[in-house]
């Protein structure tokens, strides 16, 4: 009987060759309380064999295969295609795969959403364990001029100071409900990104249509963070600037972007190493693997270099891939 009173929900998750996690915060939606909770798996073109391991795990729930890796956005509007095909569903709820919920994670996010029309998203608060209490996300908003995001309360301990529920500046992919109705007026996920900034973008254009985007921390998340990537991974590094690029001529005011291409220019060759280095020493969680500057410095700039060149996807990825080993067989020589 509750679940006829209770919003019928869609949690997609997105695996990417990583059935670990992938399992744990499948186990851990499977203990909500909320009662029309149903869940998609969308396997990205998994080369592990994990996909096809969930499945055999978690047959009950439905599942999409991508023949290869969509990146973030696409991947994901594969499983928001389904989830709208059933008329009953009013929400999509994004849950990054190495993320785990407690219990009751739902229920208040729904009632305010519910309580309030012109809420479009709603984010709540993550942290990155029990045991460790450090927040990664309780709010924020987007710092246009810079191309970047401040993130209120990142690394610091949850003692209760974000207990507030309120309207935030952008909601974190990681974690993020969705109405219906903004997916059918505003759209899906933007595609030109394939993996980070696509947050922004949206966040931005759920806005510019007039909805609010909404904090609510009893909406609870663990999310250890790195599941499919490492912040100090080249590759990475490499895609993430070419994704703010993007992100920053769609939305800087007309003819300022090529100044501020100009600048980051010269943020890459004057400063950068040494900010990564501060911050790697700071943040890193993975500091037994050792962080190549020089490598993620070649990645930044061949990003700039690159921009406009073609589509951001996975062939992109393996082209770069060519390119930084053709530089370190030069250096060696």
């Known amino acids: 009987m509750k679940a006829a009173h209770e919003p019928r929900v869609y949690t997609i998750v997105l695996n990417w060759n990583n059935y670990k996690d992938t399992k744990k915060c499948l186990e ?6 909320y009662s029309n909770l149903k869940i998609i798996v969308v396997d990205n073109g998994s080369a592990d064999g994990s996909g096809k391991r969930l499945l055999q795990d978690f047959a009950q729930h439905s599942f999409v295969f991508n023949e290869r890796n969509l990146g973030f956005s696409r991947g994901c509007n594969r499983g928001i295609r389904a989830a709208l095909e059933d008329k009953d569903c009013a929400y999509a709820l994004l849950l990054n795969n190495d993320a785990v919920v407690p219990s009751n994670f739902l229920e208040k996010a729904i009632d ?4 309030d029309t012109s809420i479009g998203l709603v984010g709540g608060k993550v942290v990155h364990s029990p045991e460790s ?3 990664s996300y309780a709010g924020g908003r987007i710092d246009r001029l810079r191309g970047t995001v401040v993130i209120r309360g990142f690394n610091e301990k949850d003692r209760g100071q974000y207990n507030e529920a309120g309207e935030v500046g952008f909601v974190t992919c990681a974690f993020m409900l969705i109405k219906r109705e903004v997916l059918e007026r505003v759209g899906l996920l933007p595609e030109e990104y394939f993996f980070g900034i696509e947050e922004w973008d949206y966040s931005l254009h759920v806005q510019k249509a007039g909805y609010k985007l909404y904090y609510v921390p009893e909406f609870a998340a663990y999310h250890k963070g790195d599941g499919s990537h490492w912040n100090y991974d080249p ?17 800087l005011p007309k003819g300022l972007f090529p100044v501020w291409k100009i600048i980051l220019s010269l943020y890459a060759k004057y400063r950068a190493k040494r900010v990564w280095r501060r911050l790697a020493r700071k943040y890193d969680t993975q500091k037994e693997r050792k962080a190549s500057f020089d490598d993620m410095h070649f990645a930044f700039t061949k990003a700039i270099k690159d921009h406009r060149k073609d589509e951001l996807c996975e062939e992109t990825l393996f ?3 060519e390119a930084l080993k053709e530089r370190k067989r030069t250096a060696t020589k």
């Open 235 to 251: 590759r990475f590094n490499y895609i993430s600037y070419r994704s703010k690029l993007i992100f920053q001529e769609k939305y």
């Open 112 to 115: 305010r959403a519910e309580a």
């Open 28 to 33: 851990s939606l499977q203990q909500a309380t």
């Open 319 to 321: 082209r770069f891939d």
């Open 133 to 135: 209490n450090v927040i």
